[in-house]
């Protein structure tokens, strides 16, 4: 059966700027994939990427293989460590947690085979994985599905089900178990819904409604309102579904969302001041 790559050698990727009412497309190609998982067809999903804070070279990529858990890749994309931990749909990362007064990198995801969420901390040094928690974080979500985190004061952590139900897990340390995950709000987008990305800078939580487009939460200063960033049929150069989300922070708050628009194999990007 055919395995699959985390990141894919196509012919070309379609960027799409919207900015405002302009729109212009520009075609990159990619220069390298990494090694495919070892689970076949649909298996290899959501990237996270650890910059080592002073080699680059042991940087690392963390990718889901959504049925057996998580795959670290070098930056040549060969793999390093190998993960089952249950099915890992979507994984995320955050560098620099203050976590019992030491700074460390955690790693987050939903995982489907029990409905949880999952954290570990990442050694920069061996570059592997330790639980977090021993009990597991269940969810109460239909079926655990997108996921990211958000770092401000403290860590927190959203998960989103199939049904397009987001759940808000505050994440603090605990002395018996490790983590101390308390679910603090929950709140309906309307329907399916995966790609979730966390602005840490602005306070404000991105989220794909598939068949729908994308909607902007304030997440500092929280009032259940969602604002729209585009609609799918509002521009004929995003098709459903809406999947991925991603932040790319730039310098005086300047930088980009930038959304996969899989029905048509491109990436809408929009500038995220």
Known sequence: ???????????????????????????????????????????????????????????????????????????????????AIGRINNVDIRQNVIWNEEQITVVGGSNRTDNSIVFYQLDAATRQLTPLHQTPILSKVDEVYGF???????????????????????????????????????????SQCEGLVADDEFGYLYVGEEEVGIWKYNIKDWDGQKSKVQLIAENKNLKADIEGLTVYYGENGKGYLIASSQGNHTYAIYERQ
């Open 1 to 83: 059966m055919r395995t699959q790559s985390l990141i894919f050698i196509v012919a070309s990727m379609t960027f799409i700027f919207v900015v405002g009412c302009k729109v212009d497309a520009y075609i990159v190609y990619p220069t390298s994939e990494t090694t495919p998982v070892g689970s076949a067809m649909d298996a290899a999903d959501d990237p996270a990427i650890f910059i080592h804070p002073t080699d680059p070279i042991k940087s690392v990529i963390i990718g889901t293989d959504k049925q057996k858990g998580l795959v670290i890749y070098d930056t040549k994309g060969a793999i390093v460590h190998e993960y």
């Open 148 to 190: 990211c985190m958000y770092q401000a004061a403290v860590l927190y952590a959203f998960v989103v089900g199939k049904d397009g139900v987001v759940e808000q897990w505050k994440l603090l340390p605990a002395k018996d178990d490790g983590l101390d995950a308390t679910l603090i709000r929950s709140f309906d987008v309307g």
